[in-house]
């Protein structure tokens, strides 16, 4: 296999972001007077939007429109306050990005929470590596595992899919590598189990960055 580029997901793959994600939902739950969750728990919540999160996190008889609408709202809010307080990347990504950038390899972003939160982790908090481009969700396009923006981003780059490696942690991106044709390999240290990962299309499973040097 010769790849030509790298697309990876955000949270879960180059970011342990569950920390900040958890206190920052616990803390809109908390308001609404309402259970919180731990970063566990938390791990299977996120991954699909900020609605998605807030319509698992809430109580079952709580989830209608309006309230998974305002826990949406509130999440966002105070998300922007705390997104950098325990976020990090991974044991072994800035070493893995260091080999990808010595190779020559593009190296790009695909996440569903916003754009302009995504370009701002990035900018934050891997700024010694070039992605480009890097995306998020955006009002007008349909969310991984929608291959869209995925495809979106070969055609930006002029790199054939077959020639993109996608690292994801959740089936959301293994369903979006599979739909865009890129290469799926899953990453065991993020937020879902190998079990979701195989099961939705994963053709290899990864336990360290570095392992993902042995398919380029």
């Known amino acids: 296999m010769k790849f030509e580029a790298v697309l990876f997901d955000l949270d879960g793959t180059l970011l342990d972001s569950i920390e900040d994600l958890t206190d920052s ?23 699909d939007g900020v609605e998605m999160f807030a319509l698992r996190a809430l109580p079952e008889n709580r989830r209608d429109e309006a309230t998974v609408a305002q826990c949406a709202a509130e999440m966002r809010t105070e998300y922007r306050k705390r ?22 390899l593009k190296l790009a972003v695909l996440s569903n929470k916003p754009e302009e939160s995504t370009k701002e982790m990035v900018a934050e908090l891997l700024s010694k590596w070039r992605f480009y481009p890097v995306a998020g969700a955006r009002p007008s396009v349909p969310k991984k595992p929608d291959p ?27 369903k979006t590598a599979r739909g ?36 380029l």
């Open 25 to 47: 939902m616990n803390m809109v739950l908390d308001g609404f007077g309402f259970p919180g969750h731990d970063a566990e728990a938390c791990k299977h919540f996120v991954g």
């Open 83 to 104: 997104w950098s307080l325990k976020t990090r990347p991974y044991d072994g990504i800035p070493e893995l990005l260091d080999d990808l950038t010595l190779r020559n």
């Open 148 to 174: 869209t923006l995925a495809i979106e981003i070969s055609q930006q780059l002029r790199v054939p899919a077959d020639k993109f490696l996608y690292l994801g942690d959740t089936g959301t991106d293994m």
């Open 180 to 215: 865009a044709g890129m290469f799926p390999v899953g990453a065991l240290w993020g937020f879902r189990t190998a079990e979701e990962l195989r099961d939705t299309g994963a053709k290899v499973l990864v336990e360290h960055p570095s392992e993902v040097l042995q398919f």
